[in-house]
């Protein structure tokens, strides 16, 4: 299985970059995952909704050609509004797309204003972690932890809960 995670913006802390890498070496027995960075929009204090939208679009674009490059896929969108799964549920999901023969899942992170509609109406499912908002940093050590949890729970291997 390939894991991608596209994603806006680039990490600076070394703390989220230690955590990031740690991650990737736990899946790399379970799957092949890579990290792709797309350069993100800096948002002016007080932007209008048509700047926001302006914004969110540029990063698309960038996004959409990344997508592209990934060929064919299973995309995951990240998105306060999408489906809540418990650790279970998402474990069940990515065994049961292997078994559907997908190869390629790609999960798709957005910026700090989130993810424009042209990227969202890509994905083939919408997953929330919270009603919360993170930081798109963190959130990517939080999608790596819970794929890495997943496959955990596939292979029947003990797991924190």
Same mark, same amino acid.
């Given at each position: 299985m390939r894991i991608s995670i596209l994603c806006v913006g680039k990490i600076k802390e070394k703390f989220y970059k230690d955590a990031i890498a740690e991650y990737t070496k736990r899946l790399s027995r379970y799957a092949s995952v890579s990290v /792709?960075? /797309?350069?993100?929009?800096? =948002?002016?204090?007080?932007?209008?909704? %048509?700047?926001?939208?302006?914004?969110k679009k540029k990063e698309a674009d960038r996004l959409l050609k990344a997508m592209?490059?990934?060929?064919?896929?299973?995309?995951? =969108?990240?998105?306060?509004?999408?489906?809540?799964?418990?650790s279970e549920e998402m474990a069940d999901k990515i065994q049961k797309l292997g078994v559907d023969g997908v190869s390629h899942i790609v999960? /798709? %992170?957005?910026?700090?204003l989130?993810?424009?509609?042209s990227v969202t109406k890509k994905a083939d499912m919408?997953?929330?972690?919270?009603?919360? =908002?993170?930081?798109?940093?963190?959130?990517? /050590?939080?999608l790596l932890e819970q794929i890495y949890r997943s496959f955990r729970i %596939?292979?029947?291997e003990p797991y924190h809960k």
């Amino acid at each position: 299985m390939r894991i991608s995670i596209l994603c806006v913006g680039k990490i600076k802390e070394k703390f989220y970059k230690d955590a990031i890498a740690e991650y990737t070496k736990r899946l790399s027995r379970y799957a092949s995952v890579s990290v /792709v960075e /797309v350069e993100d929009e800096k =948002t002016p204090d007080g932007a209008s909704d %048509i700047e926001c939208d302006n914004i969110k679009k540029k990063e698309a674009d960038r996004l959409l050609k990344a997508m592209e490059k990934c060929g064919q896929s299973y995309v995951i =969108t990240l998105e306060i509004d999408g489906k809540n799964l418990s650790s279970e549920e998402m474990a069940d999901k990515i065994q049961k797309l292997g078994v559907d023969g997908v190869s390629h899942i790609v999960f /798709v %992170i957005g910026g700090s204003l989130g993810l424009h509609e042209s990227v969202t109406k890509k994905a083939d499912m919408h997953l929330s972690f919270s009603r919360m =908002t993170f930081p798109h940093q963190l959130m990517r /050590v939080i999608l790596l932890e819970q794929i890495y949890r997943s496959f955990r729970i %596939i292979s029947g291997e003990p797991y924190h809960k």
